[in-house]
C-alpha cells in the first residue's frame, strides 16, 4: 500500500498545520514514497513543461540569467525529491536515478519505471512511518 499524498488546491491558498508539513516533506525531503499520480503531478509533468517554455519562449533571456537559474535549480530539487520518493515506492534506492547518466536508454529506463509501473512488493522499508502506523495502515 503506498503512502500517497497528493496535495489539494485548498492547500496552496489556505493551507492547514499539517498540509504546510506534508508539502514540506513532499518537496524537500527525501524520505518516504509517492505514487505513479504525483510523481506525474509534480516531477515529470512541471519538468517538461519547463523545457518546453524554456526553448520556445527563451526564458534566460527573458527572466534574466539569475533569475532563470534560481527557478531551474528549486525546479531539478523538487523533480529530484519526488523522484526519490518515487523510486523508493518502487523498492529502488534513489541512486537509481543515476541509471539516466546512460544516453538515450537511461532516460527512458527511469521514465518507464517511474511513471508507468506500479508500486514493488516489499517497499514498505522506505516508509517514514514507524512499524507501528504500517501495522495499524494494514489492519484498517
Known sequence: MTQEYSPSLRSWFNPSPEERAANRRLFLSLQGRVGRR???QFA???ALAFTVLTA???LPLR???FGFTVCALLLSWVVFAVSV???HDR???GWFLLV???PIVGGLWVLVELGFLAAAEGAERYDDRSPGELA???DG
Do not use: N, Q, V
Open 100 to 102: 539516466k547518466l546512460i
Open 44 to 46: 515529470a509533468a512541471p
Open 85 to 87: 520518493k518515487r523510486c
Open 56 to 58: 520556445l519562449f527563451d
Open 136 to 138: 495499524e495502515a494494514a
Open 91 to 93: 523498492g529502488r534506492s
Open 63 to 65: 527572466m534574466g540569467h
Open 38 to 40: 504525483t510523481y506525474w
